[in-house]
């Protein structure tokens, strides 16, 4: 599983503020403690507080700082064309990046296959186009074989595309989640070899009282879909072990009897 830490996000209140104020120390701190949890790649997201016309500059900003600390890819999460690129450009002047995200629209999908293919960069997809988000199996099927033929059209290698089925608040729509697990199974079967998939994973209990186990159960039978990548927390010590034992019982980890450790010492 590729886990891609989500703690350095402008919606939470330290890193909006330390956006702000222009204080690199909790955004270090942030990266490191995601790391140390077993984080592959951070997720770099300016939130929604900074205007508009100063999110280039801030993503830039919170890259540099995060890149002092590791040289792990970087998930550069913003929908402007021109904030990725800045982001790029911060983000491999040591280590990968993968752009999050482009929607499905031709356009779209052309300009930001062109750069994923100037910077050598992994690319998620999600199941929205000019529609919105796509609600049924069939039309995130669509988006996400649109995503892929794009792909290839701009010599981006499937290995690099990430398809997001979009996952939403269980308490917003139950039907849902759901609907999710079977485009993951589904998504899988696209192409060979297959395209990896990734979710937004706490984005399904936003709102909800037991978020955390809320979380950990649908890891769970995502993983069992053919999910292999998730954005999510890796401070919450519980999901982490669930998901590295799903993997186990899946034998897709080697089991020893201190799988548990042995997890977060191979990423030391
Ligand atoms: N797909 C892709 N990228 C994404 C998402 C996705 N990026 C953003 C988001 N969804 C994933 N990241 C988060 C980060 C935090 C939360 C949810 C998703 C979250 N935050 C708390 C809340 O809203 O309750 C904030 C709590 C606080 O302020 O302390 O839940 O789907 N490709």
Redesign the pocket.
Known sequence: MLVIG??I?G???AIGEAIKNKDPKPVREMAEKQLAGGADAL?I?VGTRVPKAERAAAMRWLIEVTREVTDKPLSI?NPSLETVRVGLQAATIKGRAII??TTGQAEKLAAFMGLAHEFGAGI?G?SIDENGVAATIEGKLEIGMRTLAAATDAGVSIEDVYL?P??LPVNCDQKAPGIVIETIRQFRLLSDPAPHV???L??L???ATERSLINRVFLTMAIGAGLDAS?HDPLDTELTNTMVTAEILLNKAIYSDSYLTAYLQGKA
């Open positions: 989500e703690r996000n919606m939470f209140e997720d997201n999460d999050n995200s998620v999600l997001d979009i996952i990734v979710i937004g706490s984005n209990s936003q709102g954005i």
